[in-house]
């Protein structure tokens, strides 16, 4: 299950991030290092570096944030 967590959840552009910021769904933050969940809340600010949850700020390119990402728009 993380696996699949991991490869279909990751937000990984700005506009996911954003996405999640603006509906204020929360998110969860990895540690690749301890292999375990280190924070789990909305989303307080973030830039193109970091992202702060939960009281605190993580750098993007350290931790992976996982949460929804943004539905892609159809077009007929």
Known sequence: MLLNKLTCRSLITDKDVDYNFRLGIPVEVFCTHSESTIAFGQIERYSHH???????????????????????????
């Open 50 to 76: 970091i992202i702060c949850v939960a009281g605190s700020c993580f750098d993007r390119q350290d931790f992976i944030f996982i949460g929804q990402r943004q539905l892609e728009q159809v077009t007929s």
